[in-house]
């Protein structure tokens, strides 16, 4: 019984054995076909980042430049696909004209007088290597823009005086030519050291400080009042010229009509003249009598009392005619 137990047990351990053996020998054939799938489906992996890392796109708006471990390569203006190595890094920048509208700010001018400012600038980045290796972004152009436009702000308003900025005389006024001056001033600074274009600067508003303001509306009103009484005294002397043309013209006038007048009155006497002494001839006893008609008709009325001798000539008429 013991050798049959025995065999029994030898019988079982050599069936456990070639199991094991029969189970190891499909192991060893799985495995090496799953580590292959897992290292191509790595590799697929890893080309698909590297492919995406290698494609960009440049649109027509930007600028790019590619760098390697912080060194620029090549610049890429131009638009469309294009292709780098995966390490490279890619850096866009916007080729857009941009506008910087900083605060007011007080300049003086060259006669001494304070004036606030408030300007614009319009630039756009036109060389990328240039504007990554000395500022590198918006904000840091922003900041140096600021610098060299004031820069030349301050020093053409220092030629310019008050009255060439703010006058009622268009002629007179210099702003144009100020923010050219600054516009050339400034760009060839930004230029070539920054890679900024300046392309306009533009004087927006002028105005006086607060403190400034009340002697700035005495002296405009003081002015408005000089320019008044100007306008006052040349139209009084225009009116003295005008006055003095009519009164001329009235005393000629006068004169002319008093000559008319005289020569009308001279023919009327005459010929009046001329009636009488025909009258007179005619009838001299008449022509007396009706002379005195006329003479009572001009000294007498109903209110008038005359005393007369007993022999007027008058009296005589009128006592006649009473009896």
Same mark, same amino acid.
């Given at each position: ?79 469309g ?22 605060a007011?700010?007080?300049?003086l ?23 990554l ?15 060299v ?9 220092g030629?310019?005086?008050l009255?060439?900025l703010v006058?009622?005389?268009?002629k007179?006024?210099? =702003?144009?030519q100020?923010?050219?001056? %600054?516009?050339? #001033? +400034? ?6 050291? /920054? $890679? ?12 006086f ?6 002697s ?7 002015e ?9 005294a040349?139209g ?6 005008i006055?003095?043309e009519?009164d ?18 001279g ?31 001009? =000294? ?5 009392? %005359?005393i007369? #001798? +007993? ?6 008429? /009128? $006592?006649?005619?009473?009896?």
């Open positions: 019984m013991t050798s049959q137990g025995h065999g029994h047990h030898h019988d079982h351990h050599d069936h456990h054995d070639e199991a094991h053996s029969h189970n190891g020998g499909d192991g060893h054939e799985h495995s090496p076909g799953r580590g292959t799938s897992w290292w191509r489906a790595g590799l697929a992996v890893l080309a698909i980042v590297a492919l995406a890392r290698s494609v960009f796109v440049v649109p027509e708006t930007e600028s790019a430049i590619v760098t390697r471990f912080g060194k620029p390569l090549r610049t890429v203006e131009a638009p696909l294009r292709f780098k190595w995966p390490i490279d890094r890619r850096i866009r920048f916007d080729n857009r004209v941009l506008l910087y509208d900083p007011p700010a007080e300049f001018t060259q006669d001494k007088k304070n004036l606030v400012v408030d300007t614009a600038v319009v630039w756009r980045i036109a060389d990328p290597a240039r504007f290796e000395t500022i590198g972004d918006i904000s840091g152009a922003e900041m140096r823009l600021h610098d436009v004031w820069a030349g702000l301050a020093a053409a308003l030629r310019t005086e009255s060439q006058s009622t005389e268009p007179k006024l210099r =702003i144009e100020v923010s050219a001056e %600054v516009r050339e #001033s +400034a760009g060839a600074v930004s230029g070539p050291q /920054l $890679g900024v274009e300046i392309l306009e600067v533009q004087l927006t508003r002028l105005s400080p607060e403190q400034n303001l009340e700035v509306f005495a002296r405009m009103r003081a408005r009042e000089r320019i008044a009484k100007e306008y006052r040349q009084e002397e225009q009116a003295m010229v006055r003095a009519a001329r013209d009235r005393e000629l006038i006068l004169a002319a009509a008093y000559r008319e007048s005289e020569i009308l009155r023919k009327g006497d005459a010929e009046a003249a001329g009636i009488y002494g025909d009258a007179y001839r005619q009838d001299p006893s008449l022509y007396r009598f009706l002379r005195t008609l006329e003479s009572y008709e001009s =000294i007498l009325d109903d209110q008038t009392t %005359v007369l #001798s +007993a022999d007027s000539e008058l009296f005589s008429l /009128l $006592g006649g005619g009473s009896q």
